[in-house]
């Protein structure tokens, strides 16, 4: 199972920016999808962000479209979240996810990061 290091969350006020990191351990980094999801108090993990083992196959969720950007380097065997134009209701626990059985998608994560809190204020 490969361990996953969330960092980069904090209070940001409304229209800001941040940027999530997320760094792996093992080997086979390049060979997996990785992903963003996130969490508030009461509700079930949502679907943020996700990226191939290349980085040439992303995907967003709608609420996110335009804003966020995901992005990986396997090199270093991170993987990013820039957030732009940020509003009240991103506020959240942001979990940094690996799908160890799909290159393309996050589909069935099988490893979650510790998660970071993310607040943005109005």
């Known amino acids: 199972q490969v361990q996953l290091v969330e960092s980069g969350g904090g209070l940001v006020q409304a229209g800001g920016s941040l940027r999530l990191s997320c760094a792996a351990s093992?080997?086979?980094?390049?060979?997996?999808?990785m992903g963003w999801f996130r969490q508030v108090p009461r509700k079930e993990r949502e679907f943020v962000a996700s990226i191939s083992w290349t980085g040439g196959l992303i995907s967003y969720a709608d609420s996110v479209k335009g804003r966020f950007t995901i992005s990986r380097d396997n090199a270093k065997n991170t993987v990013s979240l820039q957030m732009n134009s940020l509003k009240p209701e991103d506020t959240a626990v942001y979990y940094c996810?690996?799908?160890?059985?799909?290159?393309?998608?996050?589909?069935?994560?099988?490893?979650w990061g510790q998660g970071t809190q993310v607040t943005v204020s109005s």
């Open positions: 996810a690996a799908d160890q059985t799909n290159p393309r998608i996050v589909t069935a994560p099988d490893s």
């Open positions: 093992g080997r086979t980094f390049s060979s997996y999808a």
